[in-house]
Each structure stands twice: as structure tokens, then as C-alpha cells.
């Protein structure tokens, strides 16, 4: 079975562009959840979206967005970049059985460096 | 609020030696998860282990085990006779019961783990 894939891996972009990175679920996960990774905070939660609804969303600034579509796969989204947003997003997939959700699994993330 | 804390910021030991890394948390849930990962430098999250609350029997799985004390809010991780391809960052994680759309994880800071062989 395949696990979550990430695209692009690697992405560098100057400050004030805008980029999207997309994230594809395991094959029958309907939940798809976004992190980012730096150095000086950590693994901080961005959103989760579930049949193509955002349910839950950490403390981030709007420029961050994201979608899910019907097939699941997910884009995030982030405008106007900023030096600070240089990090590893890392998508995560999992399922929800009788109500509860199960594991997720993460992809090999996208390394974005903001120049 | 939850909070995920392994003090252990790095730790190396020399291959086959026995080494435990630390977590403990905090969360105000009376049913909720805990997870290992492992990070391997590609940056792949690697699932290990999900606990839930309710079950607090120690997990033993080949050379890894784990260790779950309520009592103590920890969830400790030993690894026997490790090896090399043990090195990697290793992150605890709690969320809460994943039934009302908060399925959040929330990560401690990680230990950088070096098996010096």
C-alpha cells in the first residue's frame, strides 16, 4: 500500500512570493493533517480537513491555507512569504473507524527555504 | 492545555548498549493517545507505538519496548542492545481522543539519538 506522498520535496522561493504544496493520503484515509517543522519551534500543528472541511486549525496567520479535495488529496497554502516560514511542512493521513480516529502517518514532508 | 515534555535534548551511547528516552506529559483529557515517531535525516516522520489511556500494560516490539505510568504521566522508550540504524531524532506525542474534531498532535522537542558503533 502506498504511503503519503508529498509534492514538490524541495522548494525555495524569495519573500513575498506565495507557494502551495500538495500532500496525497494513504488510500482510504480521509483525514489530512498539516505540520511544520523548525528548528525553534518545533512540530506545531497547522490544520486538519476531513471530507473536504477544515475541522481544526492551530495558531497560525491566515496567510496559511489550505483545501481538501474530493478524492482527498490536500494543498496548503502560503501567501506573502516570509523569512520565518523556511521549514518542513509534513502531511499526515489518517482513518476514522466507528468515530474515532486512527494513527497518522506522516509523508516524507516539502522542504521550503524562503530567501 | 496539553504539554509533551522530553527533557532528554541528546543522548549517545555506544552500539548494543541499552538506552531510554523520557516523556512526559501533561493534558487535562481523562481518554487520550500517546505516540512514538522516529525522524530519520531524510525527515520522514516514522509511526513507532499509539497507546491509549486506558491501557497501561507495558509494549515490548523486538529490541523496543515502552514503558506507561499514569501515575507518573510518562511514557518512556528503551531500546535494547541498539544499533546504528537506531540514530535518528526520536518525538513523543499526545492528542486527545480523536471524537470531536480536535485530532491534533501535540510534539515534544525531540531527542537526537547517536549510536556510536
Known amino acids: 500500500k502506498a504511503g503519503v506522498t508529498q509534492t514538490p520535496r524541495y522548494l525555495i522561493k524569495t519573500r513575498g512570493q506565495q507557494v502551495t504544496l500538495s500532500c496525497s493520503p494513504i488510500?482510504?484515509?480521509?483525514?489530512v493533517s498539516w505540520y511544520q517543522q523548525t528548528p525553534g519551534q518545533g512540530l506545531q500543528f497547522l490544520f486538519e480537513y476531513f471530507s473536504e472541511t477544515q475541522r481544526n486549525k492551530g495558531n497560525f496567520p491566515g496567510r496559511f491555507s489550505g483545501r481538501q479535495f474530493s478524492n482527498s488529496r490536500s494543498e496548503m497554502n502560503v501567501s506573502t512569504l516570509e523569512l520565518g516560514d523556511s521549514a518542513l511542512y509534513l502531511c499526515a493521513s489518517s482513518r476514522w473507524t466507528s468515530g474515532v480516529q486512527e494513527t497518522q502517518y506522516f509523508g516524507p514532508g516539502t522542504r521550503l527555504l524562503v530567501l | 492545555a496539553q504539554k509533551v515534555t522530553q527533557a532528554q535534548t541528546e543522548i549517545s551511547v555506544v552500539e548494543k548498549e541499552d538506552v531510554t528516552l523520557d516523556c512526559v506529559y501533561e493534558?487535562?483529557?481523562?481518554?487520550?493517545?500517546l505516540f512514538w515517531y522516529k525522524q530519520p535525516p531524510s525527515g520522514e516522520l516514522v509511526f513507532l507505538i499509539r497507546?491509549?489511556?486506558?491501557?497501561?500494560q507495558n509494549e515490548i516490539s523486538g529490541r523496543y519496548s515502552w514503558n506507561f505510568q499514569k501515575s507518573t504521566s510518562s511514557f518512556n522508550f528503551t531500546i535494547t542492545a541498539s544499533q546504528v540504524v537506531d540514530s535518528a531524532v526520536y518525538f513523543c506525542?499526545?492528542?486527545?481522543f480523536g471524537t470531536g474534531g480536535n485530532e491534533k498532535l501535540t510534539f515534544g522537542t525531540g531527542t537526537r539519538l547517536t549510536i556510536i558503533p
Open positions: 497507546r491509549n489511556s486506558f491501557d497501561e
Open positions: 488510500s482510504g484515509h480521509r483525514s
Open positions: 493534558t487535562r483529557d481523562t481518554t487520550y493517545y
Open positions: 506525542a499526545l492528542s486527545d
